[in-house]
């Protein structure tokens, strides 16, 4: 029988794919998902395992690595360009001070640097054997702090390390909704929330029991460093005058949305959309009036698409939604498409018959939208691409008379009348 793999790649598939090539077969295991690594990281020593810097939150996941591989070599994998932010993470020595990487390489790596990985991964195996020592408290308390990027993750991290020290099953559940006969572990505050053991939980002693208490402890700052990192990310995610996403974060935002789509086979369409005439408004009512408009447009828009549905300001009056389906339509004749010009149609309908208190005569009735649709795969493969669609089709329903929505290249209309396709 082979041996077990002694190098744990952590790297995108290709990269990864061609670096276990040229290692070896049978010497490295490849992960490209991070978390799939931390899992296999958890559960047997790896004598070496090489991160790409590429993945997200680099850094972090070094150090959770080194927590889990203490005796590990650990070596970051770069480009020429990513080498200085990577030097910076140098000093690996056991997770007793400094950086936790021991080396790194630099993509592609020579001959000679592959030699010595692998011979770094034979001199580094511990004996047979061997197995991980428990979490300490403090291993513990690193991991959940660097899962407080929001209060969901958080929870989510603080019940995965209570349920796996009682043995037990764990959930988080509103106080008043708490099984009954459940045991109380964990409360958070301010919401009455509550981590309680489901089932028969060991009484917990020993170091299973002070990494509970630390974790007890701990947890009102974790939950308030988690609502920070919530909070920053918000103020770098959203449009600080309608709440709708930043055109920053829908450009990528969207582009993982549509890698997701074309993997799973699924369609999305983009709409385009800008307030008719908006100029004008502003100029007669003033910048307050103009800002309510967009403000309400806004969250018309959000109250007529599907809560998954991303809605953005991209500038100005200027505004673009992706509509997309999370997974793959049920009907093999169903049409997405369409789907989305009916919601985008609703909308105009809504936008139409709005009563905006600051137009005075005009509040209702008179203000409209024009838009464009683009739809995923044909019209673009990208965030990019589908804008540059869209706004064709948005200057269609612009010369067409506004007040309408052009689908690109189908001849399909929404507007005042019914949905048409000129004959």
Known sequence: MSAAPDVLLVAATQVGRELADRLGAGRCAHEADPYEALTAMSGRHWPAVVIAADQDDFAALCRASRRLQRDSRLLGLCSPAGEPAVRELLGGDGGGGGGPLDDYLIWPPTREELRDLRDIAAATAPPAGAAI????????????????????????????????????????????????????????APAPRVLVATGSAAVPVGEAGETLRAVRACLPALLAAARRTEDLHRLATTDHLTGAANRRY???ATDDILRRAGHKQLRATLLLYDIDDFKRYNDTYGHAAGDEILRDTAALMRRTCRSHDLVARIGGDEFAVLFWDDERPRLPDSHPPEAAS???????????????????????????????????????????????????ALREAKTSGKNAIYLVGSGLRCGPETPTAPQ
């Not at 024009?370 to 995923?376: E, I, K, Q, R, Y």
């Open 133 to 188: 020592e428990p979490p300490h408290p403090g291993s513990v308390l690193a991991g959940l702090l660097e899962a407080a990027c929001s209060v969901p993750s958080l929870e989510e991290a603080v019940a995965r390390a209570v349920g796996e020290l009682l043995g037990a099953r764990v959930v988080w559940a509103d106080v008043a909704e708490a099984p009954a006969g459940a045991r109380l572990l964990l409360a958070a």
């Open 342 to 392: 009916a919601l985008a149609d609703r909308f105009r309908k809504a936008v139409q018959t709005h009563v905006f208190p600051s137009l005075g005569p005009e509040a209702r009735g008179t203000l409209t939208i024009s838009g464009g649709l683009a739809n995923f795969p044909r019209d673009g493969q990208t965030c990019v691409e589908l804008l540059r669609r869209a706004d064709l």
């Open 250 to 252: 829908f450009y990528r």
